[in-house]
């Protein structure tokens, strides 16, 4: 079935730094591929999305390009900030998953360090 | 503002009691879940509804049950029987048959037993 993985955390990183966050996945034909990030707290929050291969989803300075050759969508940013600490889940939804269900990852904790 | 309510936001139950999270969305989606998350790790699907009066179990809804009587409303009820209550619960909705559209989500109800 579906499925996907992502890097065990915690992440610890210095403001400023560049983050990578690595997701890959598992899925029959095309899927759909989120980000999403819960602060503390709250529910989740939807980050960026790619729906085809090559699709580079964007927002906040975050960026994930949708590789269908290694079957890859990893996170990145330029230049972390204190405000960037969160949990970060890696998502997709399946075009033939029954019931329209998404798939999570088990998240991704990044702390960033002033 | 369209988005989805859960309420309340902290819950305490007793040993032998029912307690019931409840959860509104005014998005006008067709889809409703119900998603545990236990301290440090992922999202697990309790149950889940695509339409009006139907829904279908997840991975984990032993102890739980839901009803959709009505679009914007799906409450889920937490009975004596879980034996393991205590998490936070988050609901989502999305609009169905469609494979590009995200999830959203509430921001949740934490349960803690007395």
């Known amino acids: 079935g579906d499925s996907v993985t992502q890097m065990e955390g915690p992440v610890t990183l210095s403001e400023e730094a560049f983050l990578t966050i690595n997701c890959t996945y598992t899925?029959?034909?095309?899927?759909?591929l989120f980000w999403y990030v819960q602060y503390p707290g709250e529910g989740l929050q939807l980050l960026l999305k790619a729906t085809k291969a090559d699709d580079k989803g964007s927002n906040k300075g975050f960026e994930a390009t949708y590789r269908k050759e290694t079957t890859s969508f990893h996170l990145e940013k330029g230049s972390v900030q204190v405000s960037d600490s969160a949990v970060y889940f890696c998502?997709?939804?399946?075009?033939?998953?029954?019931?329209?269900?998404?798939?999570f990852g088990s998240g991704t904790r990044l702390s960033i360090r002033p | 503002d369209g988005g989805i309510t859960q309420s309340p936001k902290y819950l305490f139950r007793k040993e032998g009691q029912n307690v019931t999270l409840s959860c509104e969305q005014n998005?006008?989606?067709?889809?409703m879940y119900w998603y545990r998350q236990d301290p440090g790790q992922g999202l697990r699907l309790i149950y889940y509804s695509q339409i009006v009066n139907d829904f279908q179990k997840g991975d984990i809804a032993e102890g739980y049950s839901v009803s959709r009587e009505k679009k914007e409303s799906f409450p889920l009820t937490v009975t004596s029987a879980q034996k393991n209550p205590t998490a936070f619960y988050l609901c989502a909705s999305s609009r169905d048959r469609d494979s590009n559209q995200p999830q959203h989500f509430g921001d949740g109800t934490r349960l803690s037993i007395l």
């Open positions: 998005l006008n989606h067709d889809a």
């Open positions: 899925a029959t034909g095309y899927p759909s």
């Open positions: 998502a997709l939804r399946g075009p033939y998953s029954s019931a329209s269900k998404i798939i």
